[in-house]
């Protein structure tokens, strides 16, 4: 006998128990030159903040490596801190949630080969996660971004707020005013 799979449910929320670690939005090395911010809200289909979102960034090093820093989130059973998470290492990888105002933020260098960090977004509701991107080169010549109608491509593009700090907002649903994130399927 053949069964059919069983549905996708929500999840959560209860990303603020297990998944977030300390220092997760902290990418770059502690005093970097070249250190960057990126911060945002995460907002409903109504416009209200999500206060219980979490994002994970992806993103190459600087010199377009991807290895990062191993064991971003393995516990040190010594210390009791993250491996990877060690202040001076570039790991490539963040998990950060969203405060009780729905803002995040992270710290971090700018990404090698692309114009973008990817991201994941969870967030109480869905029934999978989202994939998303954040450029920050507002002029990248990208496959991507060129194939997406000016609206549409706007909602991926950072906006520079002062020199080294980029606001991104992840609209979950089109508010009526603002335009729903661009996300992306993987197949």
Do not use: C, K
């Not at 220092?23 to 903040?49: K, Q, R």
């Not at 990062?68 to 790991?91: E, I, K």
């Not at 990404?111 to 990817?118: K, Q, R, S, T």
């Not at 002029?139 to 909602?155: C, F, N």
Request: charged share 20%.
């Amino acid at each position: 006998m053949t069964y059919p799979p069983t549905p996708s449910q929500t999840v959560g929320p209860f990303y603020g128990y297990a998944l977030p670690f300390p220092d997760g939005g902290a990418v770059a090395p502690h005093g970097h030159p070249d250190t960057l911010t990126v911060h945002g809200h995460v907002y409903d289909g109504e416009g209200a903040p999500v206060p219980d979102a979490l994002l994970e960034f992806w993103q190459p090093a600087p010199d377009g490596s991807r290895a990062g820093a191993p064991g971003s989130l393995r516990r040190d059973a010594v210390t009791g801190g993250y491996l990877g998470r060690n202040g001076t290492d570039f790991t490539g990888f963040a998990r950060v949630a969203t405060d009780a105002a729905g803002h995040y933020a992270l710290r971090t260098l700018p990404p090698g080969g692309v114009p973008y960090l990817a991201v994941i977004v969870f967030a109480r509701g869905l029934l999978h996660h989202l994939h998303t991107r954040v450029y920050l080169d507002v002029t990248a010549d990208d496959p991507l971004l060129a194939s997406l109608e000016p609206g549409r491509r706007a909602t991926l593009l950072a906006a520079e707020e002062r020199e080294r700090v980029h606001r991104f907002d992840v609209r979950l649903q089109d508010d009526g005013v603002h335009g729903e994130t661009v996300f992306l399927a993987f197949g």
